[in-house]
């Protein structure tokens, strides 16, 4: 919507739909970290939605900086880009 469609006001799509753009994210971090009992804030949950968000529209030649009204994501991923070898290299105690 934000690339093809004229939002008028993209900070209200946003928090109206905030969380439906963002249910997935929480069960996405427990299969990642093979662990169903993590849980997220809202704001971990909102900043990884605008950063997903993001991620397609730089693929797009668009990003969130292109509308000033979007809250900006604070999110920053791994490092090891979650691979699933380094991350358990990463966990050894």
């Not at 093979?34 to 939605?49: F, H, N, R």
């Not at 797009?60 to 380094?86: A, T």
Request: aromatic share 8%.
């Amino acid at each position: 919507m934000l690339m093809f469609c004229e939002v008028t006001n993209p900070r209200q799509l946003w928090d109206a739909h905030w969380e439906s753009l963002s249910d997935d994210i929480e069960a996405m971090t427990c299969h990642e970290h093979d662990d169903p009992a993590v849980t997220l804030s809202e704001d971990a949950l909102k900043d990884c939605a605008l950063y997903e968000i993001d991620q397609v529209l730089i693929h797009n030649e668009h990003c969130l900086e292109d509308f000033p009204m979007f809250p900006k994501s604070n999110y920053i991923p791994p490092i090891h880009g979650g691979n699933q070898l380094v991350q358990e290299e990463l966990a050894y105690d």
